[in-house]
């Protein structure tokens, strides 16, 4: 089992990042996935999920009308748009596919927002 997340970088506040997770070794499309992500010194947070089919998304408060995530169970891979970045969205952002009980984590992708 993968996942693997790309499109992390450096960006100024008011831009914008494509995130991306890309699955393997298991039935993908069974699976809810989601977006995680840890600031240095916090815990991690929610940022997004999204069911198996892509037909129902939630978002936490903080990144609500900012980002948005998609997914393409036809290439095993969850997005997360991000745009209006600020600099409280810096962190490492992680990928989580979960189906009952199982559940699997990615290594994560570095955001860092600034000037």
């Known amino acids: 089992v993968q996942l693997v997340e790309s499109g992390g970088g450096l960006v100024q506040p008011g831009g914008s990042l494509r995130l991306s997770c890309a699955a393997s070794?298991?039935?993908?499309?069974?699976?809810?996935m989601s977006w995680y992500r840890q600031a240095p010194g916090k815990e991690r947070e929610f940022v997004a999920r999204?069911?198996?089919?892509?037909?129902?998304?939630n978002y936490a408060d903080s990144v609500k009308g900012r980002f948005t995530i998609s997914r393409d169970n036809a290439k095993n891979t969850v997005y997360l748009q991000m745009n209006s970045l600020k600099p409280e969205d810096t962190a490492v952002y992680s990928c989580?596919?979960?189906?009952?009980?199982?559940?699997?984590w990615g290594q994560g992708t570095q955001v860092t927002v600034s000037s």
């Open positions: 989580n596919a979960r189906r009952w009980t199982t559940g699997y």
């Open positions: 999204i069911t198996s089919v892509g037909g129902s998304t």
């Open positions: 070794g298991f039935t993908f499309s069974s699976y809810a």
